[in-house]
Every structure is written in structure tokens, then in C-alpha cells.
């Protein structure tokens, strides 16, 4: 028995040289010692927690109840997100219902909040304040200001289709709008 013992710690010795000779090739030693203590580090804290798991599981009496206490809050907690994700469909975060339909029938069913309750030619774009323009779909207060700003520089529009000289609009924006635009 003493004999392969022995002939045990021999073999581990020679295979840590080997190992050092090869580690040695590649790291300096300052650098291999913090690899070994960062390694052993690391089995040391799996080792505690694994043996902690096995005590508590034989013996379930010992545990902490404050422990237990979170334990089950973060069980709780867990239960009720998956809940509520498991209700969800898994593409409702990536794609939107309307994506799967083709741009064409996309675009009639195209609904902005800002048209309820606007009627058609109810907006002036000659007399038209910029309260009246942002009501417009697709125009804010900085675009708004640019109607004006435009408005004011070149005097009326002979054209509804002459909003499309001002930066910022172009066929599609204007065709969003159109029916609810008027000359005066």
C-alpha cells in the first residue's frame, strides 16, 4: 500500500512538472500563480456551495428562516414573470402584428391618432396657425414652424402640392396629409 501511494504522489509530482514546464512557455510565474489561485479560488467556492447545497437538503432544519423567506420571494417573483411572459405570444416583442402584410394593404390600414376626429379639408394651409398644422399627421411643432417660416417667405400656396419644397416633406408625408388640407 505505502508502495503505490508512493508511486501516486510520484506521478502527481512528475505530472506538475510537465504542467509548470508547459505553463512556463507561456505565462511568467507571477502570472501562473495568480492562475492557479484564481482556479483553486474558483473550485473552493463551487466545493462550499455544492456542500452547502447537500448539508441543507439532509439536513432541512438547520436552514435560516430569512433565508427561506427569500428563497420563496424569488421563487414568487420568478413564477409570476413567467406567467405573465407565457400569456405573451414569443414575436410579440420582435415583430409587430402588421408586418406580415404586405406594404400595400399596410398602408391603407395605416391609423394615426392625430386623424380622429380631423375631417377632410378641415385644416387651411394659407390661414392654418401652428396649432392647426400639427394636428396634421407626420407634422410636429419644429415642421409646423417651417410651413410657416415658409408661408411668411414666399407668401401663399397657389398649390397644396407645394408643401413638398419645404425640407422635411416629400411624396408620402404629403400624401398622408393631403385630404385634410385646403388652400384657404
Known sequence: M???IRD???RLRELWLRASKLAGQF????ELRALVFFILTGVAVLLFRFG?????????NQRDPTEII???RADSLFFALSAAANQRDSLFFSLPEDSLLPASVRNKMEHHSK???LLPQSISLNLGTKEDLIRL???GSATAERILAYREERGRFRRLEEIENIPGFGVTKFEKMKRFLRLN
Open 8 to 10: 501516486l504522489l510520484e
Open 2 to 4: 505505502k508502495i503505490r
Open 27 to 30: 505565462y511568467t510565474p507571477r
Open 137 to 139: 399627421p407626420g407634422v
Open 70 to 72: 427569500q428563497q420563496h
Open 52 to 60: 452547502k447545497q447537500e448539508y441543507f437538503k439532509h439536513f432541512p
Open 115 to 117: 386623424t380622429e376626429g
